[in-house]
Every structure is written in C-alpha cells, then in structure tokens.
C-alpha cells in the first residue's frame, strides 16, 4: 500500500502546544494523543477520574506530575510521577516521504512530553513509567519479582485499565546477533590484566568521574516501509516511537545514561535501502545509508532501524560490538517482534549495549539477573526464552564502567547544539531558556544554590551544584580539572572559569601515536595488538608467533579470518592484511574471559628454509549461538612500520592524516580530535608557534 501525504501528516495534535487542554471524548478513538488538564489522575477499578492540582511555571497542555492510584493483585498502590522532558531535549526532526520521493523535513515541532517516570508509594527501588500519548500504557516494576504493564485505549476514560504482569509476556524463542565487525571484547569484570601505569588513586578518581557524569546518547529511529504498513496512522506510529525511546531512556538511567530522542524518519513510499530477512545483510546496508545520506543532515550518536519484517532464524536484532560514536558502525536494526512496545524496546536496548561494548552476561550466577524464576529479566541476557529485560546486570554496569575508562563513548559526554529548545518548565531538573538552575519540584530539591520555585540561583550563588565546575556555589577556577583523561588517547577536560559546565569531551586526533608505539589513536581508543590479547585471554597473553597468525588468518574459517561477509561466509586475509583480522594470541588464561573455546585446531608448521618448525594452535571462539562474528583486531593497531589496521587492512598511518594536522602545532603540540593544538606546557594556542607567559594546564599535553 502506497502512503501519500494527506494519509501520512505531521501530527498536529501532537506537535502544537499551548491553548486549552481537553479530554477526548468517551469511546473516541481517533484521537491518539490524551490531553489531562490535571495534575493528578486517579486510576481505579471504576476507571479514571481527576484531581486537580496547583500549576506551575511552564504549564502547557499536560500536567507536569501525576499520581495514579489503581491495583495490583488485589493490593491499592499509587503511582507518583513527574514528567520527562529531558527525553526530548529539544524540537526533533520528523522526516517522511512524498510519493515522488521528496523529503519532508519537520524541524523545530514540539512533542509533548506526555511520558511520565517516577516511583511507588512506599516500595523502595520500585520504578514506574507511564505515556498518556495514546491513552495510558505504562510499566511498574515494584520489585525484581514483581513488575507489571498497564494499558488503556484512548477514549476510555471510564474503563479499568488491563493490567498484566511481564511473566506473561513471556516472548517466543529469540535472540540478538551481532555483526561481524565487533571488534576486541570488553574486559570481564572479574579479571583485569596488572600493571597499569595509573596509581590506585588516580584510577578510582577516574572510575569516580566516568560513574558521575551523565552521558547522553543522542538517538535516531528509522521505520522502515513495513513498519510504516503495519502502523500508517503517523500519530499512532509516532507515538509507538516516542514510548520506544522513553523505555529505552528508563532501562540507562541507572547507568548514569540518558537516551534522548533528535529524530525520527519514516520511510513513507519505500525502502530507502534493501531490506532483507538476513539481519547481517540489513544492517551492512541499514549502516552505508546512515554513514552516506543520515548522519551529514541531522548528526547524533546512534540511528535504530525499526522493521517489521521478520529476520530468518532466531534474531530478532543485530548491532556492531564497541561502535557508539564510530560515524560507520553505530547503529542496529531491529525486528519490531511484538504487539508489546515493552519488549521491542527491551531488544532495542539490548542491541545499544552492544555498541556500548556490552556483552552477553554469562551463565549461572556470575551475572545474576533478578525476576521471576526460571526466565531472566536483564537486557544483555542471552536466553533464547526470556521475559523482556528490565534492568541491566552488575556485569553490564562494570563492563561499561570499563569501557568508557578505556576511552570509548566521547560523544556521549557533549550536548550537540542546534536543536530549537522548547518553552521552559521548572521542576523537569533540565536547565532551559530562561532558567539558571532547575532541582527538581520543592519535595526533592536538595541544591542550596538554586530557587526550586523559580529556577533561578539563589542570592550569592555564581552557579548551582549540578556542574562539574561548581563547588559551594561558586565556580570553580580554570585550573581545575573537571574530567581527567580516560586512557592513552583521551585528553583532560579543565574548567574554564565562568561557567559551571566541563567542556565537551576531547581526544587525541586519529593517528596520534599511543601505547608506546604499538598502536594509534582511532576515534579515542587505543590498543596494542598485546592488550587486546590480555582483554581476551587474561595477563601474560600475548600475540600469536607471526607463521601462526599468518597461517590462521589467510585460511578464512572459524579459526582465522578477517571477518564476515554480509552472506555470512568467512572472508581470508590478503597475507599483507593478516594481523588486522581475528584476534591470534598465545599464553594468559587456559579459559578466555569471554564465550568459551568451542574447538580447538592443533598444527605443526614444518621448516620452512631459515624458519624452524612451529607449532600452532588456534582456537574457535564460541560467543553464543546469536553471535556470528569473530574479534577482530582493533583499528589503529600498528601492523607494521609506520603500518596500521584501518578496515581491516594494513594500510599507512598517513592516510589518518595525524601528521599533516600536527605540522601546524610548529612540533610543540599534538592534535585534538576537534582539529585544534594541544601545545606543550610552556608554548602558547592555537598553533604553538610561541611562547606563553605564563604555564596553563589547559594547554599542556603529554609527550610521547
């Protein structure tokens, strides 16, 4: 069926704000989005009914907290809830298709933050989330045990709402895959290789700050033409999205992760890429289109394909391992597998773990996953029977800890600009226009510097407590480190000494050189062929004897590789290109730290004129049967003199264009991943050329 415009709108209803608010009328079920001019709705057995309440500062159509009262297996709870404006940071970008395959682009338009998170009375640790965008549909978590999905169609205020406890949700046997690109696992927690160069006390004060700091992963959702099919209302649809995201920014919260929503693109005539029932075909091409056409007109961190073609076998989704902020590789696509937003988004979040560098947690109880025996309710669960995930493992929670310590996620620490900002409301903890603070409602407001009723800092304040670079109400000087340097290719962060905020995260430009000379810095990451074989195999792994690797590599089998191709068929290195494909070590651990040793392949390696006899061994990693990749070696890892992995070939360091950048530092700085010097202590920005006055630490660099 072809959707044309007049069938395929912007959601007016949705987009505009301000005038009167109105309740839609009884058994209407047309009108997808549920106005409440109240502050407090009370649900119970007898269906919905108000409470109004004081208005504050930025009212507009929907009310800024909720409380709903209803029933849980026979037991009255009530819900208390405040509105989450921070999961539409700004005026997304709503994009469709006219029928002569024009782009219609609808920036700047407000979406009601109709979305609701909050807790229940009197249950610690309880969580709840609830969306009036199209009725009421929501998820109450009272316990790992207990936890509960609440729905109720627009237009039926007077009915009781169907409530459904998530066990029965219980979805038919799925799994994720992950692509062939993924790269060098994330260190296990339990197990991490010594002698780091840091003092303990610099590493917790890192560990401290990575925790700390809010990262925000700016994100993209693409319906696909079959998604558009099963869902052609554009307000229904939107809608499905908008609770999509709102789940998805619930399930990070307690990583100290936020997931705000920038766009939205519905592929309204066609496919704008082939979309086939091989998840690894879909998301090689998904990933080219949003490197080519996505990412240049509207820029974020993340794009999620939604789709609701059915994937051949078990998958249900598939994302590149490590790729967050990679302009190649971060994305996933996924199977829109159930009638449940809940557990689409559940599979959602799976698959942006991965590219978080999370990996599957492991059996038994080393990652334990708290629900409802015998299924699992964690999002990184490789079950292939299982409850949608609500929460991450303590597993997950280490590994990204970990990860980010490494260097990955540097666009997750900046706020890109350009977004128009919606009207200001004071009590949603997000500072807006207008606002110099913003704590919260009076109740949970604990910043002595800022006014919870105005959003405005108090007498004597110069900024409030939220900011890195704000102590006691005052501002920090622009000497002090706000953020220090995450791994070799990271730079540190400094205040600038009037503003309360830690400017954007900064590496070392790609190609930097790191990790004594054995690798480079690639989008501010750094590994030696030697540390990703201790990431896998433990302390004392080391490469594989160079005839092995060779060997191994150029043979393209579950042995040695340089990957997969989109089909699924193993791909062998050019022997010029052997040490950029599956990871080859010797030494460390007899078990890896990550999946298990499915097979391993014994070999003698006979004379060959003045090389001696060799023996190898190769191992067939097994990394779950939803994974269809090996590790392959990280990029930037030295292959050679003035030689580095990119797209797993050996190429030269040159073509990273470290050297041409750095020229303009007059050789007494390093370049940024912004382009700009980092000078030497003593020589003086933007290019080094001379000598500073006085020594400042935010121009001083490391020399390597």
């Known amino acids: 069926m072809q959707m044309g415009l007049g069938s395929f709108p912007p959601p007016r209803s949705v987009m505009e704000t301000g005038g009167a608010a109105s309740t839609p009328p009884a058994g209407s079920s ?17 269906g919905l009914r108000s409470q109004k309440g004081d208005s504050r500062k930025g009212y507009t159509n929907l009310p800024e907290a909720l409380r709903i009262r209803l029933e849980l297996d026979g037991e009255s709870q009530t819900l208390e809830l405040l509105q989450n404006r921070e999961l539409v940071p700004g005026r997304p970008h709503l994009m469709w298709y006219e029928p002569d395959g024009t782009r219609v682009v609808s920036e700047g ?3 009601e933050s109709c979305c609701y998170q909050g807790a229940v009375r009197g249950h610690v640790g309880s969580w709840a989330s609830v969306c009036t965008c199209s009725g009421l549909r929501g998820l109450v978590v009272l316990s790992p045990e207990r936890s509960y999905t609440l729905e ?17 949700l219980l979805l038919p046997g799925r799994t994720c895959g992950l692509s062939w690109h993924a790269s060098v696992a994330t260190r296990a927690p339990q197990e991490r290789p010594r002698g780091r160069r840091h003092s303990h006390t610099r590493s917790r004060r890192r ?64 496919d704008l890429v ?30 999620q394909l939604v789709t609701a073609t059915s994937f051949s076998g078990p998958a249900v989704g598939m994302a590149v391992q490590n790729s967050i902020c990679s302009p190649d590789f971060s994305g996933g696509v996924n199977m829109d597998h159930s009638t449940s937003v809940l557990g689409v988004a559940s599979s959602i979040a799976h698959e942006l773990g991965h590219s978080l560098g999370l990996d599957h947690d492991l059996p038994g109880n080393s990652c334990p996953c708290p629900g409802p025996a015998p299924a699992k309710s964690c999002i990184m669960e490789a079950s292939t029977d299982f ?21 990955m996620g540097s666009c997750l620490f900046e706020r890109r600009p350009g977004l128009p900002s919606m009207a200001a409301v004071c009590g949603n903890m997000l500072v807006e226009p207008g606002e110099q603070c913003d704590c919260g409602f009076p109740d949970e407001c604990t910043d002595p510097c800022c006014d919870d009723f105005t959003c405005q800092l108090r007498p004597g304040a110069q900024c ?27 730079l540190a962060e400094f205040c600038s000494g009037d503003s309360p905020q830690c400017p954007p995260d900064v590496s070392l430009g790609d190609g930097e050189p790191c990790a004594g000379g054995q690798a480079v810095c690639v989008q501010g990451r750094c590994a030696s062929y030697a540390q990703q074989c201790q990431a896998l195999w433990g302390p004392g792994a080391q490469p594989a004897a160079p005839r092995c690797l060779l060997t191994a590599n150029t043979r393209g089998d579950a042995f040695g590789s340089c990957g997969r191709s989109p089909d699924g068929s193993y791909v062998s290195c050019a022997p010029k290109d052997a040490m950029c494909g599956q990871l080859q070590c010797q030494g460390g651990r007899a078990r890896p730290l990550r999946g298990s040793a499915r097979d391993l392949h014994w070999e003698i390696l006979e004379a060959n004129g003045t090389q001696p006899e060799l023996n190898c061994s190769w191992v067939h990693l097994d990394l779950g049967n939803d994974v269809a990749q090996p590790l392959l070696t990280l990029p930037g890892t030295a292959c050679g003199p003035d030689l580095v992995c990119i797209d797993r070939q050996c190429q030269p360091v040159g073509l990273l264009r470290a050297q041409e950048c750095r020229s303009k530092c007059h050789g007494h700085g390093v370049c940024d991943s912004k382009g700009h010097c980092r000078c030497e202590e003593g020589w003086a920005p933007p290019d080094c050329a001379n000598r500073s006055r006085a020594t400042s630490t935010l121009t001083s660099v490391s020399t390597f």
């Open 30 to 46: 047309n009108n997808h989005h549920l106005y409440l001019p109240v502050n407090h709705l009370i649900c119970s057995r007898g």
């Open 109 to 111: 338009h407000t979406l």
């Open 152 to 168: 109720l169609g627009p237009g039926d205020l007077r009915a009781a709402p169907i409530i459904s406890r998530t066990r029965d």
């Open 207 to 270: 560990r401290r700050d990575v925790v700390a700091e809010t990262k925000v992963i700016e994100l993209v959702l693409v319906a696909d033409h079959s998604e558009v099919q099963r869902y052609p209302d554009f307000q229904y649809l939107l809608t499905r999205m908008l609770k999509v995201a709102f789940l998805l920014d619930t399930f990070f919260r307690p990583l100290n992760v936020r997931v705000a929503l920038v766009g939205l693109e519905a592929w309204s005539q066609r």
């Open 274 to 303: 082939e979309i086939s029932r091989d998840p690894g075909l879909t998301l090689h091409n998904f990933l080219r289109w949003r490197r080519e056409d996505l990412l240049p007109r509207l820029p974020h961190d993340s794009a």
């Open 387 to 407: 409850l949608p995930g609500l929460n991450f493992s303590n597993c997950s929670r280490r590994a990204l800890e970990e990860a980010l310590l490494e260097g």
């Open 464 to 490: 409030a407590s939220g900011g890195l670079c704000c102590q006691d109400c005052q501002l920090r000087p622009a000497s002090w480190q706000c953020r220090p340097a995450r791994g070799d290719c990271d």
